[in-house]
């Protein structure tokens, strides 16, 4: 299956727990062009894996719209939801031993994770799953005798099981070593180009960050910014809002009156207004 966009305007997640509520993402505006790879930065709490697994169907928005490739996910019933997740998308969720059967070997895992969609699409041979992630000799090799990055691999052959035509991933380099990071992220990057396939990858980790196309930074349940190829830029809201970078916030207190300009080459300068009682 070739890859699917994703499409969110206005995205609101509140979690509603005993007492208080919280709210994870207030007004995510993103588009991921089909075939595209995109990590999702931001530090910790600010809606990364909410962002994902809203995009997995996992959590229902509670306002705003979500569309991946036909699915609008905000109108979707849970039957519908449950045969998205079997054929369309693939999830990869924190923590590689949260994807696999420990009992089974990686084939094994790969052919129960098919089952689902098995009735109504032909599905790759679980060995060419595995040979595209690099574990053709490790098939049917116990899960305990793997190596961390293998099991990683392991639960992204899962992830992939189907060939969806979306892959989100939550930290999958997570807790492996260098060499193991870069094979898991070199399997990623083979997936997506070799099969079209979108791939969203949530990292902290700045050197997958810096070799990936495209990367997105959600700060307090909002977009932040944007990075290409390692520059960062903001980024225009569909309301024209702009959230500043933290180094120029750090700048301008809340409620700096700022007079902006524009230039004949092009440019837009932001000059704060010095205001009566400020020094
Ligand atoms: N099940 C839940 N119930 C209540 N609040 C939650 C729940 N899950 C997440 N949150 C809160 O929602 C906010 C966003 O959490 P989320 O896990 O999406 O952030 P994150 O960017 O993925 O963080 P991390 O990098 O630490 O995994 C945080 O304030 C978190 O405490």
Redesign the pocket.
């Known amino acids: 299956m070739s890859g699917l966009a994703i499409s969110t305007s206005g995205l609101v997640h509140i ?1 509603r ?1 005993q007492g208080h509520d ?1 709210a ?2 207030s007004g995510i505006g993103i588009t991921v062009r089909p075939g595209e790879f995109v990590g999702l930065l ?12 809203l995009c997995g169907g996992l959590l229902t928005p509670s306002a705003g719209r979500l569309q991946i490739g036909e699915h609008n996910l905000t109108t979707m019933t849970e039957p519908e939801l449950d045969r998205m997740r079997a054929r369309d998308v693939g999830i990869v969720l ?1 923590g590689a031993g949260r994807n696999l059967i420990p009992y089974l070997s990686p084939v094994d895992n790969v052919r129960y994770a098919q089952r689902a969609a098995s009735r109504d699409r032909s599905l790759p041979a679980p060995e060419d799953v595995l040979d595209l992630v690099g574990l053709t000799d490790h098939a049917r090799t116990p899960l305990p005798s793997l190596t961390p990055g293998q099991i990683q691999l392991c639960a992204v052959a899962v992830g992939i099981a189907t060939f969806p035509g979306l892959l989100l991933a ?2 999958p380099t997570s807790q492996l070593d260098h060499r193991a990071r870069d094979e898991v992220l070199a399997a990623i990057s083979t997936i997506n180009t070799s099969t079209g396939m979108t791939v969203l990858l ?1 990292t ?1 980790d700045p050197d997958v960050a810096a070799v990936l196309p495209r990367t997105v930074t ?1 700060r307090d ?1 909002r977009i932040a910014s944007e990075g290409r190829s390692g520059e960062e830029f903001a980024v225009v809201a569909t309301d024209g809002s702009l959230p500043l970078p933290p180094h120029v916030a750090e700048l301008l207190p809340p409620g700096t009156l700022l007079r902006v300009t524009t230039t004949e080459a092009g440019d837009v300068r932001l000059s704060p207004v010095q205001q009566e009682g400020q020094s």
């Open positions: 979690y727990s919280v994870a993402l931001g530090p910790s709490g600010a809606g990364k894996s909410t962002l994902l697994q924190q939550d930290e949530v902290h959600i349940g």
